[in-house]
């Protein structure tokens, strides 16, 4: 591998501070302490291991969650270094594992581009860890270290020689920290994995779950973020034969993107910047949007494919196209909402200049396909319009304040939007049971019948005639679409949108519709965090006039076992909920609509990527692929988008 970058010395780290503050208010460092949090402590550790294989020294990582519940990363870097900091006075390893920020990247001259969400490096994994191993091959020695919370156990001590390099990072998250859960999910780390392995060719990650039998999985792509497209569009038709693959460099910034246009109709244009997925877009967004629409309508014009007074927008050309655009930024800035919007302005010109001139030539050589893509475009461009006319009809009716309210909506009475709530239930007799038991003064209640359409096999305007997507996009009151002109957040008339479907198959495939068209077409509430998941309970159980509730099989063994203590001789009656209907009004509030008691599951996006690929393959045409989806995570009862 290459061995022409700069050296790295010992006292090229620099110490920022110590790692207290990261224990006194580890959300600040890693996001939240939830299940998000935890796994982010991961792609921490694996972050270093992408900056060796960027730098040219690692070619393989794995990853293995352990049955005790800790977790081993290795990878076949060069180790973090081990001799002693001339200033400080203590090995250089442990200087990255102990003070924050310390990771000798600061320096202009090593080559930096990877980092995760907040890039707080490898010492806050530390700090947040009951217990952290630190293994590293080195100049022929073998190293280990160790710690707890932060503080160091075994100092630096050799254990014996090798003729490899790398670093094996073991640690066990910290229950005091991580109150919520400490356990690890085999599929949130894949998705990560995956993603990573389809933007960095050159390595190969494998995941080991010890906790299943036979539960691994081995993620390499030579075709890079070409295979990352034609993964993505695996249950889609495409009308090509296999996806555009520009690669290229300008001004010091590498620029890969791989595109292919499919017979469905939504845009799933993934954006990375220094593999971290750039969701909010950016200026990198902009070149290849402003390339993309420059090419196609000089090419349009060119061979005068376009008929009539027919107004083709941005947009049209991005009906049913799936890309993956990669690049790498020596020092990106981030801004929007989530730190992920890429704002170095000198990118968009960077990113169109070298996309235009490639997708030209592309075009020019491949006249069928040309074709075949505007085809699609100006047929876009039509259902726009007719869509656009829809829109308006219902978008009208909302602005008609109360009296355009749909008339199966319970509204509640106060009108400040960040404290109200509405309630979207499956079935008109669960939705009289919310009504009744429900708080009036901030919670709405719209009761939804049968099956929303399946918004994965439609365009916009055939959607919008669906009844009960008309009454919920009323009842919203922000619009619908995915640019700030057709979704204005700031009507939005409840801050939260609380799902609430029964714990069965038919319930989890109403979750899943109203999820896609929530993903598809009013993406901003879910990112604004607005959208939540109602949870109620699996049993009830009662002993005489006591009454408690179970949401999964092990809490309804654990009351069982409470209540026969308390009373051997009165018997407990165990009911299990097959729906919302079943349950009185005092109970409904009581379990699953309280603030007080209920649990809401707030939906995110992790990987816009993996959730467009489940989206698409739940509710796409391919009937194959998601039987051996539904197969293969039977046992996961809960479908984390
Ligand atoms: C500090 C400096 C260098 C590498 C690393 C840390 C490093 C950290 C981790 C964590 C997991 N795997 C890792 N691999 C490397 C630069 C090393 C050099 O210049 O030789």
């Known amino acids: 591998m290459s061995e022409n970058k700069p050296e790295y010395k010992a006292s090229n780290i620099q110490v920022l501070e110590g790692l207290e503050a990261v224990r006194k208010r580890p959300s600040m460092y890693i996001g939240d302490t939830g299940q998000r949090g935890l796994h982010h402590l991961i792609n921490e550790v694996v972050d270093n291991s992408i900056d060796e294989a960027l730098a040219g020294h690692c070619d393989y990582i794995n990853i293995n969650i352990k049955d005790d519940g800790s977790i081993v990363i290795k990878d076949n870097g060069r180790g973090i270094p081990t001799d002693i900091h001339p200033k400080e006075g203590i090995p250089a390893v442990e200087l990255v594992l102990t003070k924050l920020h310390a ?52 100092p630096l001590k050799k254990i014996g020689s090798t003729d490899k390099t790398g670093t094996i990072v073991t640690f066990t998250p910290d229950s005091e920290i991580f109150t919520q859960t400490t356990e690890f999910k ?84 993934h954006s990375y910047v220094n593999n971290i997925n750039t969701h909010e877009g950016g200026t990198h967004v902009s070149g290849f949007r402003r390339a993309l629409t420059r090419a196609l309508k000089g090419y349009a014009e060119k061979n005068k494919l376009i008929k009539g007074k027919l107004s083709v927008s941005g947009e049209d050309f991005r009906e049913g196209l799936t890309a993956i655009i990669s690049i790498k930024v020596a020092e990106p800035q981030f801004e929007g909402q989530t730190k992920t919007k890429l704002g170095n302005s000198e990118v968009q010109s960077v990113v169109e200049i070298l996309l235009y001139e490639k997708l030209n030539d592309y075009l020019e050589q491949n006249p069928k396909i040309a074709k075949g893509i505007l085809e699609k475009v100006l047929r876009a461009a039509e259902a726009r ?47 009289g049971s919310a009504k009744s038991g429900r708080n009036r003064s901030f919670q709405a209640i719209l009761p939804l019948r049968g099956k929303i359409l399946n918004v994965e096999k439609a365009r916009l305007g055939k959607i919008l005639e669906n009844n009960e997507i008309k009454a919920m996009i009323t009842a919203l009151g922000v619009g619908v679409g995915l640019s700030e002109e057709d979704l204005d957040i700031s009507n939005l008339r409840y801050h939260k949108i609380i799902i609430m479907t029964d714990a069965d198959i038919d319930g989890s495939h109403i979750r899943t519709l109203l999820l896609t068209f929530f993903y598809r077409h009013l993406l901003p509430l879910i990112e604004n965090g607005y959208v939540y998941i109602a949870t109620p309970p699996l049993y009830k159980i009662t002993q005489g ?97």
Not at 408 to 417: G, H, M, V
């Open 103 to 154: 990771g000798g990247k600061f320096d202009k001259d090593s080559y930096k581009v990877s980092g995760g969400l907040h890039g707080v490096g490898v010492s806050c994994v530390n700090a947040l860890a009951s217990h952290f191993h630190v293994e590293v091959h080195r100049d022929g020695d073998i190293h280990v270290m160790e710690f707890q919370r932060g503080i160091t156990t075994t």
């Open 186 to 269: 085999f599929n949130i780390i894949a998705d990560r994995m995956r993603e990573l392995a389809f933007l960095n060719p050159q390595i190969t990650v494998e995941i080991v779950d010890e906790r299943e039998e036979d539960l691994k999985e081995v993620f390499h792509y030579e075709g890079g973020v070409k295979d990352f497209v034609a993964f993505l569009d695996e249950t889609r038709e495409s009308i090509m034969p296999e996806p555009i693959y520009i690669e290229g460099e300008l001004d010091d910034v590498p620029l890969e993107v791989a595109m292919q246009y499919n017979q469905a109709y939504s845009e799933n244009v």
């Open 385 to 431: 319009e007719a869509a656009r006319k829809a829109r308006q009809l219902v978008q009208r009716k909302s602005a008609m304040a109360g009296a355009g309210l749909p008339g199966k909506l319970a509204d509640c009475s106060i009108n400040d939007p960040e404290h109200c709530e509405i309630y979207l239930v499956e079935g008109d007799s669960a939705g």
């Open 545 to 641: 006039k006591k009454i408690d509730y179970a949401w999964d099989d092990n809490t309804r063994d654990d009351i069982l076992k409470r209540m026969k203590k308390e009373s051997a001789t009165r018997k407990v009656d165990i009911s299990r909920y097959k729906g919302l209907g079943e349950m009185n009004p005092d109970q409904l509030w009581e379990t699953t609509m309280d603030p007080e008691t209920r649990t809401l599951q707030q939906v995110t996006i992790d990987s816009a990527a993996a959730a467009d690929r489940l989206f698409s393959i739940l509710m796409g045409d391919a009937v194959e692929p998601r039987r051996e989806f539904i197969e293969r995570n039977a046992k996961y009862a809960k479908l984390d988008v």
